[in-house]
């Protein structure tokens, strides 16, 4: 556990309301709007004044955000950080301000955990290796994979693919022959798998780090006159709508859950580190696998 440094004297507004500033990634995928909703309807919900930005995808966007949120003395920040690496400085400039940072969703990679209060998210690496423990427990003979990457420097991207390379490492008959980002956008997988298809005659799995990218080469697949789920097997990672139902139709094989809906979680976070508390350094969030079965019986009651 880690003490708040947002300590007493920063605990809101003088009528008690809570002012959070909050860097989103971006609105690349069917997950981050599903995020973002989950954020802004919580923020309400809590009484919390949210100030939202979408950084585009753009760390420069991100840092701006931030600076923008020193300058309004904001009590708390949050912020998903498109990529992992590059922050120490401006949260010095945060840790200076004394206010206290949260970290949604994405983590960075810096040698200095006293820049923000916690890290609320999932467990990318995890996710990655239950992808690959689906393709271990499914694969017969030989089977020549292709990766679609989330964005480059992102945390999702290198943990995923860290994680699936663990779980298939004991199975050489499993092989990744290509590997590129398609920046976890649908036209992103889309254009990467019609590069793969036109110099690649032998893919029998796709790995895609999220869904969008999956339902992107699912287009690909078709327009190149195969067949996705049968002719070339789909896993993908999130679990959103249009992903649980491709899954669903038989298109995709395998899904892994990766949870959108940190809403309510980050505003409890926000007041107690704005209130000085003690709270966890770390917070996982809880997830899933589907297969198409489980897709089906699961969809009537998904939220998102
Ligand atoms: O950081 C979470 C990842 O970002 C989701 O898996 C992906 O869809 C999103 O763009």
């Not at 300590?7 to 009528?15: A, E, I, Q, R, Y």
């Not at 009590?75 to 940072?101: C, K, Y």
């Not at 955990?113 to 423990?133: C, H, I, M, N, P």
């Not at 859950?257 to 979680?265: I, R, S």
Request: charged share 25%; glycine share 10%.
């Amino acid at each position: 556990t880690a003490t708040a440094c947002g300590s007493g004297d920063s605990s809101g507004s003088d009528d008690g309301t809570i002012t959070m500033g909050f860097s989103q990634v971006g609105a690349e995928s069917g997950w981050r709007t599903a995020n973002t909703e989950s954020i802004q309807q919580a923020a309400e919900e809590a009484g919390v004044e949210l100030q939202f930005s979408d950084a585009q995808q753009k760390q420069e966007n991100q840092i701006r955000a931030i600076r923008s949120y020193i300058q309004q003395d904001v009590d708390v920040i949050a912020f998903s950080p498109v990529v992992e690496t590059g922050w120490d400085a401006v949260l010095l400039e945060v840790q200076r301000a004394d206010i206290p940072v949260i970290l949604t969703d994405r983590s960075i990679d810096s040698a200095d955990d006293s820049l923000y209060e916690t890290f609320l998210g999932s467990d990318f690496v995890e996710e990655g290796r239950k992808a690959g423990q689906w393709l271990v427990d499914n694969a017969e003979g030989e089977v020549n994979v292709v990766e679609l990457q989330g964005t480059t420097g992102a945390a999702p991207a290198i943990d995923r693919k860290e994680g699936f390379e663990e779980a298939i490492a004991g199975s050489p008959g499993i092989e990744v022959i290509a590997t590129q980002t398609g920046d976890f956008t649908r036209s992103g997988g889309k254009e990467v798998m019609e590069a793969f298809l036109r110099s690649h005659d032998d893919i029998d799995v796709v790995y895609a780090h999220n869904d969008d990218m999956g339902l992107g080469a699912i287009e690909a697949i078709r327009a190149a006159g195969l067949e996705p789920g049968e002719d070339i097997q789909i896993i993908t990672v999130d679990a959103v709508e249009a992903g649980m139902e491709a899954l669903a139709a038989g298109e995709i094989n395998f899904i892994v859950e990766c949870n959108p809906l940190l809403g309510d979680q980050l505003m409890e976070l926000a007041e107690q580190v704005v209130a000085g508390e003690e709270v966890p350094k770390r917070v996982v969030v809880e997830e899933t696998t589907f297969t198409q079965e489980e897709a089906e019986a699961a969809l009537p009651d998904r939220q998102y």
